[in-house]
């Protein structure tokens, strides 16, 4: 007998008619003799209907308040659901997040989860009911009612399949799986069969509004397999699992994504001395600001500039506490861009492909889009590009990598495994000291990393024209030189700095292909550098994340000449030098066990 879980989004309940055929999906499965757990979104465009009506009362709604009423939206949802259900003739119980003991923080209308008691779900399975539960919703310790965030019930049916132990997690909603990108923006998107935790994770945060990342970050932590299918027809959907089952022989680039509606904030004449970072992001962090791409690059007359992307509802908010904080580090100023677009292609392949960079920088060249600012890692490039160009943007990518022509590699009877030992690392609070009463959904930090094998190259004052990252980096791969990290920093009076980072004893070659490519250009070498990263999961979501990271390096009195983020790791380049005790204080800063400095 089997345990599932299987989670039904606004459209699938919708109205009476989609509540009832849900209804009968669960009692399916029932009588396949598996025990069955339903976790059900509010009905269709509830949940904006409810914020629309508290914003007719007040502009800013108090957040508990909010809760209050957010959470009456699958509320009504699982007790129709029940209704469903039992009248179809099975028995059925259902249960708002506080019935089931889902505790969260106290972070109103983006509560984490800490806890969750199986003790009511089980015995109700145990009694031989389908279990129904209120996605999106819990209490804090005080019960007051919590929301986990837009999209969140993705987010209780993962964490609910990880505690029950469940086989499978069933995401059913309008779309028939995961698409190589959003079908609705590109029409020729194909759905993707298997793809690994990493990616997804990547892509839904990155954009990709399919799945709430924090649910795959769940997914990732507890080894749950999700299979996100339509809830209107029988086709097999996508698996979302380890990498083991999901790679993908001969596939560097497995989706594109895109976030809309960012905006570029710009701290200039940064002083470049250690400490300054941080206190900039710590500010922001203090604010409760979720900050996506940071760009630091490279240092010209001892100052450096500063760019990170909010999304733009955010904006007045971050270009005040911005400019609070640029007086106080003596830095001369902060420029902005409200109507910018990210542009993100994300595969497990580009790991061992060279040239991606080069497609992707080619294909927006030949659209005529200028790219604004660039950041790297191990799976991801993304771009900023002026909001107008986006949907053109994504699509020239979405074309350029043939993802209109994926078809992945199907294993007959593809059946996923629960991973046994789940990949847990270190977990520490974001705010507390060290591993104490873990919740649920904390970071989880898996190891730092240095690397003392990379050097870095950059193009000093590139004029900012479509094209010249195509040139550089198609140079660059001729060269058969390997690219590992690439930050470009929003263009200052038409100028910009292009960086990237090679193996050491590449350094001459990759400068060289530089030169040629652009031969107006001065080129710089820093061959000495350490390439320090803290790795994890979910690092995006967990804002304090690089405001640790860096508070710790400016402890010491480092100072961090490159900056680039992902879901899974946050890199900062150093001196040589530094790197021995970059490692050491990152490791104690997070928690992590001390080792002896020669064995790493
Ligand atoms: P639900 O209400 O069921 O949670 P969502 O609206 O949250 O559904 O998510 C489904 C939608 O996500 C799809 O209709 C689609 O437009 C959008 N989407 C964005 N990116 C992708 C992608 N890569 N693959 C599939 N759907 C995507
Ligand atoms: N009803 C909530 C929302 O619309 C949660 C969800 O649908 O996942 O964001
Ligand atoms: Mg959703």
Known sequence: MALIVQKFGGTSVADSGKILAAARRAIQAHLRGDQVVVVVSARGHTTDELIALAREITDQPPARELDMLLSTGEQVSVALMA?????LGVPAISFTGAQIGLVTDSFHTRARIRDISTERIRSALDRGQIVIVAGFQGIDQNANITTLGRGGSDTTAVALAAVL???ACEIYTDVDGVYTTDPRLVAEARKIDRISYDEMLELASLGAGVMHSRSIEFAKKYGVPIHVRSSFSDAEGTWIVGEADARLVGVSVTGAALQK???RVTVLGVPDRPGVVHELFRRIGRAAIVVDMIVQNVATDGTTEVSFTVAAGDLPQTLRVAEEAARFIGAAGVDHDPEVAKVSIVGLGMRTHTGVATIMFRALAEAGINIQMITTSEIKISVLVERAAAVPALRAVHKAFGLEELASVRIADFRPRRLASPALGIVTPEDGQGPVDPGMEDLVIAGVELDTSQARVTLLDLPDR????????????????????IVQNAAQAGNTHLSFTVPRVMVDNAAAAASR???????AVQPELSKLSVIGVGMRTHTGVATRMFGALAQQGINIALISTSEVRINVLTDLASGP???ACLRQAFGLPEVSLAAS
Request: hydrophobic share 45%; aromatic share 8%; charged share 25%.
């Open 83 to 87: 209704m469903a259900v039992q009248s």
């Open 165 to 167: 132990g469940a086989d």
């Open 261 to 263: 509606d960012e905006a």
């Open 466 to 485: 479509p094209g010249y990252a195509a040139r550089v980096f198609q140079e660059i791969a001729d060269a058969g030189v390997f690219v590992d990290m």
């Open 517 to 523: 490519a652009e031969p107006r250009c001065r080129v």
């Open 581 to 583: 005790s970059g490692l």
